[in-house]
């Protein structure tokens, strides 16, 4: 399966294409062994199982949180669940830059507009989104940056959203969390592994995408690259196709 990734940074209204050359050492800290926060969100209750995946995630780790998924952990509460784990993962429906929690729907180009703002003002640095068709990729859209950077978005200061472009298959869905998560444990590079888990534990029809900041696209479990402004636009997108 073959990747492809594009840079957008936004200067004074302007946007410009860069292609970077990727360095050999990238600042990190943490660079020791250490237990990390972790959580999980069950976005289904009736319409497929969503807790064995998630339950196959944070399995993995000595997780802190696991919760049936409402719209107030990703906006209006977010600093007390989403952008309080290092890690989070969310498991049920989806669409472009919007995911269906138990109560209600959430869109993610606006979840940053409350006063808890979006993720990573306060730790987040990263959450995947294990829903169909979240994180849109060049193929379905030109603009797939300005949703997650606007004002009111939910880039303030996150490290990484990994997800899919295409449909996600409840079939194998735990499958992939859970190789997911030991990979991670393991030490993976964290989109990467997400990656991997897809094409080697999916059903040979999805096709995962990851939306960051460049510096932190070597990171992992244990080493975290330096936060990224809260208003920050430069982002790379990785996907597969």
Not at 36 to 58: L, Q
Not at 125 to 134: G, K, L, P, W
Not at 168 to 193: L, T
Not at 211 to 216: A, I, R, W
Request: hydrophobic share 35%; charged share 20%.
């Amino acid at each position: 399966m073959d990747t492809e990734h594009i840079d957008v940074r936004k200067r004074r209204g302007l946007l410009c294409l860069l292609l970077l050359l990727l360095v050999g050492c990238l600042p990190i800290r943490n660079a020791m062994a250490v237990d990390r926060w972790e959580g999980g969100y069950v976005g289904s209750k009736t319409e497929g199982d969503a807790t064995s995946p998630v339950w196959n995630f944070i399995k993995n780790f000595e997780y802190n949180q696991y919760y049936w998924a409402e719209p107030f952990q990703f906006n209006s509460y977010n600093n007390e669940r989403v952008d309080k784990m290092d890690f989070s993962y969310f498991v049920g429906h989806g669409s472009p830059w919007q995911i269906k929690c138990q109560s209600n729907w959430v869109d993610l180009r606006t979840a940053g507009g409350t006063p808890h703002k979006g993720w990573g003002d306060n730790n987040a640095e990263f959450v995947t989104i294990h829903a169909c068709n979240v994180v849109a990729s060049p193929l379905e859209v030109a603009d797939w940056y300005t949703p997650w950077t606007n004002n009111n978005g939910v880039f303030d200061g996150v490290h990484q959203v990994c997800g899919f472009r295409t449909t996600a298959s409840q079939s194998c869905d735990q499958d992939i969390s859970e190789y997911f998560g030991s990979r991670i444990k393991s030490g993976g590079a964290v989109w990467q592994s997400w990656f991997d888990a897809i094409w080697l534990r999916g059903d040979g029809s999805e096709r995962g995408a990851a939306v960051m900041y460049p510096p932190s696209e070597g990171d992992t479990y244990a080493c975290f690259s330096d936060d990224p402004a809260a208003d920050n636009t430069w982002l790379r997108i990785w996907y597969q196709y």
